[in-house]
């Protein structure tokens, strides 16, 4: 056929744009399609899908922002989708559900503010929660009660004012109780009288609340909470979508 600006054809088709066609179809915005669909915006298709903002599809699916799929569904915001779910907001859900706000699920549970649920319950606040219950204002509960004003409880009563409670007390100005009464103006109570006004049962409180309790509580629900589903979330998920959309791209 006779070629078209300045080049020839190769094959059956007539060149456009500059570039010849390879293969039987006609190339778009000069360059050439390879396998027989057309190529769209720079660079040319290989396998047998349609094309989209500059890259190929792999596997079969369209391509959409400048990825490809991975599996089944349909890439959506720059990243691939792993095991057949749909991406949403860059990043991909495994287990079964849809992702939100850039994180994906683990093991099948929706997945809200950024991060994701561990064991079955939506988290809220940009952490996810342990055992059962919803987490409140960026912490997670542990032992199955909500945490309240940013931290969790231990042992079934809910926590207040930035530490959380041991046993199963009531809790107030942001300290709790020790042996059975309510705390007043910020201190504890030791046995059966009201703490107060920096006495000595503020020492005993302190020391077995903030040193152990607070200490505990932190321990058990950031560093190993916190470390672990970061862990398979960031390792594992964005590992395999990332490495997976690097390998095929």
């Known amino acids: 056929m006779l070629g078209r600006d300045g080049y020839c054809t190769v094959g059956c088709m007539s060149g456009r744009d ?28 290989v396998g047998c899908m349609s094309w989209c903002d500059g890259y190929c599809t792999v596997g079969g699916m369209w391509i959409r922002d400048g990825y490809c799929t991975v599996g089944d569904m349909s890439g959506r915001d720059g990243y691939c989708t792993v095991g057949g779910i749909w991406v949403c907001d860059g990043y991909c859900t495994v287990g079964g559900m849809s992702g939100r706000d850039g994180y ?57 004012d930035c530490t959380c409670i041991v046993g199963c007390m009531s809790w107030c100005d942001g300290y709790c109780t020790v042996g059975g ?5 910020g201190y504890c109570t030791v ?8 006495t000595k049962p503020w020492d005993v409180c302190q020391t077995v609340m903030v040193t152990v309790q607070w200490e ?13 589903y970061q862990t398979v979330m960031d390792t594992v998920h964005w590992e395999v979508c990332r490495s997976r959309k690097l390998q095929t791209v």
Do not use: A, K
């Open 104 to 160: 994906c699920t683990v093991g099948g549970i929706w997945v809200c503010d950024g991060y994701c649920t561990v064991v079955g319950m939506s988290g809220r606040d940009g952490y996810c929660t342990v055992g059962g219950m919803s987490g409140r204002n960026g912490y997670s509960t542990v032992g199955g009660m909500s945490g309240r004003n940013g931290y969790c409880t231990v042992g079934g009563m809910s926590g207040r």
């Open 181 to 185: 009464l309510l705390g007043r103006d």
């Open 216 to 228: 505990v509580c932190r321990t058990v629900m950031f560093n190993v909470q916190w470390e672990v």
């Open 18 to 45: 500059v570039y010849c066609t390879v293969g039987g179809m006609s190339g778009r915005n000069g360059y050439c399609t390879v396998g027989g669909m057309s190529g769209r915006d720079c660079t040319c298709t």
């Open 191 to 198: 046995g059966d009288m009201s703490g107060r006004d920096g």
